[in-house]
Structure formats: C-alpha cells, structure tokens
C-alpha cells in the first residue's frame, strides 16, 4: 500500500465510514449500516429519557399559554418543550457536582 493523501479514514462499520458512503454516492454496507442504526438508536434513547423528566411542566404551561394566547397547541407545545429542555440543560450544568465524575 502505497501511503499518500489525507490520512487513513475510518473503517467500514462506523459513523465516518457510513458518511463516506453516502458522500460518494455508493449504497452503504451492512456494517456501516448498522454502525449509523446504533448510533440514532442511542440518540433516541437519550432524547426520550430528556423529554420524560420535562413533560409535566412542560405540558401545563404550554396548555396555559395556548389558552390564553389563542395559538395552536401544537406550536406553543414544541416551542414549551424546546424551551424546557433549553431551562433543564442550564439546570443540569447548575447542579452537576464536580466530584460525580
Ligand atoms: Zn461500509
């Protein structure tokens, strides 16, 4: 193997090789497949576990807003669910112990 060009990618079966596929246009292989699969399911199981600890007061301000606003539920709900993530990510950093390593 002949050693020129940008440096070595990833192997097939990750993140950065599945995106190489993709980029080049080319179906992507079993094991990149299931390397991006992984990934999103992980990123789904931590945006529910988020979402579960802020829907209580999420959902009743969003429900008093839309009420005495007139706006659509819908809306004033995605835009109360951003915001409470957004107040208990701040909280998270607040209250996270430097010794909880
Ligand atoms: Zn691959």
Redesign the pocket.
């Known amino acids: 193997m002949t050693k020129r060009g940008p440096a070595p990618s990833q192997?097939?079966?990750t993140k950065s090789?599945?995106a190489?596929?993709i980029r080049n246009g080319e179906p992507?292989?079993?094991?990149?497949?299931q390397a991006i699969r992984d990934y999103h399911r992980q990123r789904r199981a931590q945006t529910a576990r988020i979402r579960v600890t802020t829907t209580p007061d999420v959902v009743d301000t969003a429900a008093n807003y839309a009420a005495a606003s007139g706006l659509p539920l819908d809306d004033v709900y995605t835009a109360a669910l951003a915001a409470g993530i957004a107040s208990l990510n701040k909280r998270l950093r607040n209250t996270r112990k430097p010794d909880s390593v």
Do not use: I, K, L
């Not at 992507?28 to 497949?33: D, H, K, L, S, Y």
């Open positions: 192997p097939c079966g090789a599945y190489r596929h992507a292989c079993e094991p990149c497949r």
